[in-house]
């Protein structure tokens, strides 16, 4: 009901100052003759001067208000209920706010809150009664305002346009805004976790053995290097898998492929990069890992259902997409004239394609693998499920491993108090997460760019 | 080098020239087989991504499709009063407080609770086979558990039910479900069978005689998740949750990522703070989507306390994460606008706002269509970050206030995945996989319709 009221008077608000600002303007144009800007310029010149007052002083309430009700609440009840503390304080409250909604409370209610009820009642529909009419009185002083600014030589038009671009930069700098949260908050919790931890003990310890939160002490292992190993491990073998058929299929589709072909191959592979990681994380589980097993036993190897062999194959799967798109790209940027050249010589297109273009092509295709290897090292969902967690340094890929994002994960998701060196640590291998990916996005995003400048 | 390739036809020395020949053309044949390998191997790649999709889709279905329909007993049941004591419904008497009324009627709920349904329920399956030998757990072991609930919920919605006998199509348990799909091994001995044997032969004798029929599912899509009645698990508690915060993606996501696109592309100045901004998205778009979460985790929840396992927290993490796909992909079609459509509308002494909400924005609606399409479908899928801010169990030393606690559908299929009937939940969980799938889908399909609609009119 009340946010009913207060959209209908700034509906009204905005409509009373679009018209007023409008119709003023259009009365000057046959009176006074040309005016410096269009009336609809004007009209929303006013709404914008009416809509200020009247959103501050409802964010005011907004903010304020809870708080004000509380300590009303508070002074109507009796000294020694008021008194209380903790969830019996809370307790009293919420029963007079039930008895002032009128939906009363069960059994009997004693005098003080009858009548705070009803107090409190009153103090609600005044308070709401003030706040609807102090907006809507700030909206009309200030369309007044407005309106008396309104003459032939106002410039409505770049007035309205500046607040629109007040309004563009303040989006755009919610991108600055978000790298600015994710380094301070990274940083900040990874600081409290380095008071527990010393750094060196944490970046190059060898066992990873966390124990369990008890608030205070870091009693357990935090080494990096075992978690640090696994990512890496996966990581490279979800990049033997992608890269070669990742390349093959952007060679074979931009150098021998008919367009017909092409539009036909191309949606298809694209349609792996769209499917949730999640779902690759189950097929991991379900399909690729026993089958790998089962493989692994025909040929007489010990391979786990879930280890890094499987978490990479199916990453690795993945990736194809990505590879395949971004070098397709970079392929197609060859000038046709090399490749022309090297064919009239008499050479094969596959000597072209490997003697040719792929060394001119290699610098781009270098910035798509470390773009690549920055997703395998960021991503969760398929390694939770299928690399088998476990925290220990090996270099065999057929045993279970455990990485940076599952830790992660794990950390944070346990029965763990959020002040714990046990959940603090996730926000320490989220910084070096994040500083990981972000170095090879950078020297990638560079080598690209560089790439590109080269051909144009 | 060069003459060794001149092929001179009235060369005196012929044998020397036919040599020669027979060089080249042993060096073409292996020229051109390595050729043909090497095609061979682009075929293979090709061959081998289209290959996973395939599998990929393949076992989805072939898992998840049975799924979808789920062994229900039909069961003539009867609310007999010798077992059904329960009061008449209260009424709310006149004056009488909404709370009072209120309580009274729990009290009632709770004695029709009370009540022993599984004696209802296990007198319907003993009336149906009487002359089987069953104990009582074994009986009821065939029928999903929470099914008691359905004829409470029944009964509570008509009082007068009381003493009449209904016929009410009730769900097979998950065990009865594997027994009769064949997705547990008919040949294990009983010590690994989870159905004891005589609700084994029941469930058979009820599947032979019709009783047990195998419908479309609907409850997937009805009922929320549930841990003690596996077979009545459903979507919608999840969907919901996705929905709520696929919503607060689109409200803010895209106005805010369309402005920024605009400001960046038609307004900013190139001076290093565009730039800044510029290094900046990119690198956002690449940064993992986990590191949101940790972001969310610190700053909304640990910050600013919002509640646990809230959508609205979810969906906040999930704009910050979708916006750079949407502002770059909002940039990339606005450069696609030919220039000679600015420099027209600014010629005819439109100002640069002017010229861009009203000639170059109408123009890449399309684009930003399928931008926002992409960056939904994006965050619709996503699962990671929203482990972190306790869309699973995330118990943290923050006072959290559990109001609206939801899943959403890629949490839900961790979740599922992780759950012990395995049997049963394998199957479930594809089943989920294919829901999601198949939203995905339908999203990317009316993107291209409404995108080539959109084009044809412009």
């Excluded at chain 1, 075992?226 to 589709?253: D, H, K, R």
């Excluded at chain 1, 036993?297 to 990479?312: C, H, N, P, Q, W």
């Excluded at chain 2, 032969?201 to 003690?228: C, K, M, Y």
């Excluded at chain 2, 960056?375 to 699962?383: H, I, K, N, S, W």
Aim: contains cysteine.
């Amino acid at each position: 009901m009340n946010t009913a009221v207060i959209a209908i008077v700034l509906l009204l608000l905005t409509g009373l100052a679009y018209q007023i600002g409008w119709s003023k303007s259009r009365g000057l144009e046959t009176t006074a003759g040309r005016l410096h800007s269009r009336p609809s310029y004007h009209g929303s010149l006013t709404v914008v001067w009416a809509l200020v007052p009247a959103l501050a002083i409802l964010l005011l309430w907004l903010f304020f208000g809870g708080s004000l009700e509380r300590a009303y609440v508070l002074s109507l009840l009796p000294a020694d209920v008021a008194a209380q503390t903790g969830p019996a304080l809370e307790t009293a409250i919420r029963r007079v706010r039930d008895i002032a909604s009128g939906f009363g409370v069960a059994g009997q209610t004693a005098d003080y809150e009858n009548l705070a009820g009803q107090s409190l009642r009153e103090f609600q529909v005044l308070a709401f009664a003030i706040v609807v009419a102090a907006t809507a009185a700030s909206g009309a002083l200030a369309i007044w305002l407005a309106r008396g600014r309104i003459a032939p030589r106002l410039r409505a038009r770049n007035e309205f346009e500046s607040v629109v671009r007040v309004l563009l930069i303040a989006c755009s700098a919610v991108a600055i805004l978000t790298t600015a949260g994710i380094v301070a908050s990274l940083l900040a919790e990874a600081l409290r976790f380095f008071s527990y931890v010393s750094p060196i003990d944490f970046f190059f310890g060898t066992v990873w053995n966390p124990g369990f939160a008890t608030v205070g002490s870091a009693e357990g292992d935090y080494g990096l290097l075992p978690l640090l190993w696994g990512t890496l491990m996966i990581a490279i073998i979800a990049m033997l898998v992608s890269l070669p058929i990742g390349l093959m299929t952007a060679i074979y589709l931009t150098q021998y492929a008919t367009p017909r072909m092409r539009d036909l191959v191309k949606p298809v592979i694209e349609v792996l990069a769209g499917i949730p990681t999640i779902v690759y994380g189950f097929f991991a589980l379900v399909t690729v890992g026993p089958f790998l097993a089962g493989l692994g036993d025909a040929v007489g190897l010990d391979i786990r259902a879930t280890s890094a062999l499987t978490a990479g194959t199916v990453m690795g799967v993945m990736i194809i997409p990505f590879i395949s798109s971004l070098s397709d790209d970079i392929l197609r940027q060859v000038p046709r004239a090399m490749r022309d050249g090297s064919l009239g010589l008499g050479a094969t297109p596959s000597e072209t394609i490997r003697r040719v273009i792929l060394p001119a092509a290699l610098p781009g295709i270098v910035g798509a693998f470390l773009l690549a290897v920055s997703r395998a090292i960021g991503e969760t969902m398929i390694v939770v499920l299928a690399a088998g967690n476990s925290p220990y340094l090996r270099l065999n890929p057929f045993e279970p491993v455990s990485t940076v994002t599952v830790t992660i994960v794990n950390q944070l998701t346990g029965d763990t108090d959020f002040a714990s060196p046990q959940s603090l640590v996730a926000f320490a291998l989220g910084l070096t997460l994040f500083a990981m990916t972000l170095i090879l996005n950078v020297v990638a995003l560079f080598i690209v760019r560089r790439y590109r400048e080269q051909y144009e | 080098m060069a003459e060794q390739f001149t092929i001179s036809p009235a060369s005196a020395d012929s044998s020397g020239t036919t040599e020669r020949l027979a060089r080249i053309r042993q060096g073409l044949k292996s020229r051109h087989g390595r050729e043909r390998r090497f095609q061979m191997y682009g075929i293979a790649a090709i061959a081998a991504a289209l290959g996973f999709v395939a599998i990929l889709f393949g076992m989805i279905l072939v898992k998840g499709l049975p799924a979808f329909t789920q062994a229900a007993i039909s069961l003539d049941v009867t609310f007999d009063p010798a077992i059904v004591k329960v009061d008449p419904k209260p009424v709310q008497a006149q004056g009488q407080s909404a709370a009072d009324y209120q309580r009274a009627l729990l009290d009632w709920q709770r004695q029709v609770t009370l009540v022993n349904w599984n004696r209802v329920i296990e007198n319907a399956l003993r009336t149906a086979a009487p002359d089987m030998e069953i104990d009582t757990r074994q009986a009821l072991s065939i029928v999903e558990t929470n099914e008691r609930f359905k004829l409470r919920d029944m009964f509570v919605a008509n009082p007068g039910l009381l003493g009449q006998r209904v016929n009410v199509s009730m769900l097979g348990s998950a065990n009865v479900d594997n027994w009769l799909k064949g997705t547990i091994n008919r040949d294990l001995p009983d010590s690994q069978q989870q159905l004891s044997a005589p609700a084994r032969q029941l469930a058979d004798r009820f599947a032979e005689a019709g009783r047990i029929t195998f419908p479309f599912a609907w409850h997937i899509f009805t009922n929320v998740d549930s841990r003690s009645a596996p077979a009545a698990a459903g979507l919608a508690g999840a969907f919901v949750g996705s929905l709520y915060m696929m919503l607060v993606v689109i409200v803010l996501a895209v106005p805010i990522g369309v402005s920024a696109a605009i400001y960046l592309e038609e307004f900013a100045p190139q001076n290093r703070l565009t730039d800044f901004i510029e290094v900046n998205i990119n690198n956002l778009a690449a940064v993992p989507s986990i590191v949101f979460g940790l972001l969310g985790a610190a700053v909304f929840i640990n910050y600013f306390h919002l509640p646990l396992s809230a959508p609205l927290v979810g969906g906040l993490v999930l704009t910050l994460m979708t916006l750079p796909t949407i502002i770059i992909a909002t940039r990339s079609s606005l450069r696609a606008v030919p220039p000679s459509l600015r420099q027209a509308a600014l010629g005819l002494g439109a100002s640069r706002t002017q010229m861009v909400f009203h000639h170059v924005l109408p123009v890449t609606y399309p684009g930003i269509l399928t931008a926002t399409i992409i960056g939904v479908a994006q965050a619709l899928g996503e699962t990671a970050p929203l482990l972190l801010i306790g869309m699973n169990a995330f118990v943290a030393a923050v006072p959290a206030t559990p109001l609206d606690q939801s899943t959403a559908l890629p949490v839900q299929i961790y979740l599922w995945q992780g759950n012990e009937n395995r049997n049963f939940f394998e199957a479930r969980t594809s089943a989920a996989i294919i829901v999601l799938l198949a939203l995905m889908l339908g999203l990317n399909a009316i993107a291209i319709y409404l995108r080539r609609r959109l084009e044809r009119r412009a």
